[in-house]
C-alpha cells in the first residue's frame, strides 16, 4: 500500500522560510510525477509545484522565484524548498504523487505565515 508522508511544516514569520519533505514507501514503481499542493481555509485546493520523472518542472505563478521543487527518484522522495513567505502562502500543504493510473496524497502538513 502506498503511503505519503510529509513534514516540515510549521510557523514562520513574513519573509521566512520553510521547507517540505515528503516520502513515499510502500511502492516498487517509480511514479510518473510528484508535487506539491496547497489548500487555505475557505478555498480550493492548488497546484504549487510538480516535478516529472524526467526532472521537468512546474510551478504555480504565485510561487516562480520563491519555491524550489527537487526529488529523489531512487529514494521516492519529493521537497520543496519555500524562500520568502508570505501570509498569503498559509494552508495545508499536500505532497501527490501520480503512478499506474492513480493519484496518491499524503495526509498534509500545515504551514502558518504571520508576523
Known amino acids: 500500500q502506498v503511503q505519503l508522508e510529509e513534514s516540515g511544516g510549521g510557523s514562520v514569520r513574513p519573509g521566512g522560510s520553510l521547507r517540505l519533505f515528503c516520502e513515499a514507501s510502500g511502492t516498487n514503481f517509480r511514479f510518473t510525477a510528484m508535487g506539491w499542493y496547497r489548500q487555505a481555509p475557505g478555498k480550493e485546493r492548488e497546484m504549487v509545484a510538480s516535478i516529472i520523472s524526467i526532472g521537468n518542472k512546474n510551478y504555480a505563478d504565485f510561487v516562480k522565484g520563491r519555491f524550489t521543487i527537487s526529488r529523489d527518484n531512487v529514494q521516492n522522495t519529493v521537497t520543496l524548498q519555500m524562500n520568502s513567505l508570505k501570509p498569503e502562502d498559509t494552508a495545508v500543504y499536500y505532497c501527490?504523487?501520480?503512478?499506474?493510473?492513480?493519484?496518491?496524497w499524503g495526509q498534509g502538513t500545515q504551514v502558518t505565515v504571520s508576523s
Open positions: 501527490m504523487a501520480k503512478g499506474r493510473g492513480r493519484d496518491y
